[in-house]
């Protein structure tokens, strides 16, 4: 994992050549990326999908929720759908649809056991495309999770923090995160397995929407989504000792 690498298989996308992996370390109090351009890849209708990334979180013992990520609505703050930690260390995801038609319950569906344990962990959410969600960590077989009907419209995708009506911020994150990515399908085993041994180099055919290598070029402002929707990056209130090595490798 630490030499370069030549990226160049996602359609659209010149190739470059990419340093080893790196992460982000977030502040608990204001931090966040946005990748709105992502946002519209997730729908509850009839669409499938995978939200993937690498986490490195410590004890989140008196810590309410610690955001990895979300997708909001600016104009409906009903439109939430997000995965965080509680305060047990547990991964626990809630999802209200549009005017809170989508419910996967009240208080949201734990669906892990405790990973604050501040070692590097890969989280992938799936969604069926009609009624389950299916939480793997570290590759897994997964927990699933009822999914009520109503649609979900968001236009808002972040990490690190919620930002409900793509606003306010709230449960930020006091951790690292690496590679996160979005697909517009379940991914199979064999992906998931990949996925979950370490942040991928090059994702080639799985094509992912959205896939964010985190500081890319040793430098905040180059984060950048490098799939295949080609879409915008930005990491708020950042500074340059948040960008570490040490990604899961």
């Not at 056991?113 to 299916?134: E, K, Q, R």
């Not at 896939?211 to 799939?227: F, N, P, V, Y």
Request: hydrophobic share 40%; glycine share 10%; with cysteine.
């Amino acid at each position: 994992m630490s030499n370069p690498y030549t990226f160049g298989a996602q359609p659209g996308v010149t190739a470059e050549v990419y340093p080893a992996v790196k992460s982000i370390l977030f502040d608990g109090v204001d931090e966040y990326m946005n990748a709105n351009d992502a946002a519209s890849s997730i729908s509850f209708n009839d669409t499938a999908h995978t939200v993937s990334c690498w986490v490195k979180v410590p004890d989140t013992a008196g810590i309410t929720y610690s955001v990895l990520w979300s997708f909001t609505r600016t104009t409906d703050a009903h439109t939430r759908y997000w995965l965080a930690l509680n305060s047990s260390g547990a991964l626990i995801v809630f999802g209200w649809g549009d005017g809170s038609a989508f419910p996967v319950t009240a208080g949201g569906a734990t669906c892990s056991s405790a990973i604050d344990d501040d070692a590097w962990h890969h989280v992938a959410m799936t969604y069926n495309g009609s009624d389950t969600l299916t939480c793997h960590v570290d590759g897994g077989s997964g927990t699933t999770v009822a999914v009520g009907a109503g649609a979900l419209t968001p236009n808002v995708m972040s990490i690190g923090a919620r930002r409900v009506s793509g606003s306010a911020t709230t449960y930020p994150l006091a951790g690292s995160i690496a590679d996160v990515s979005v697909f517009p399908r379940v991914i199979d085993s064999s992906e998931l397995a990949r996925l979950a041994t370490a942040p991928v180099l090059d994702y080639g055919a799985m094509a992912p929407v959205f896939w964010s290598w985190m500081g890319d070029k040793d430098a905040l402002t180059d984060i950048r989504d490098h799939g295949s929707n080609g879409g915008t990056v930005t990491l708020t209130n950042g500074v340059a000792g948040d960008l570490r090595d040490g990604a899961p490798s």
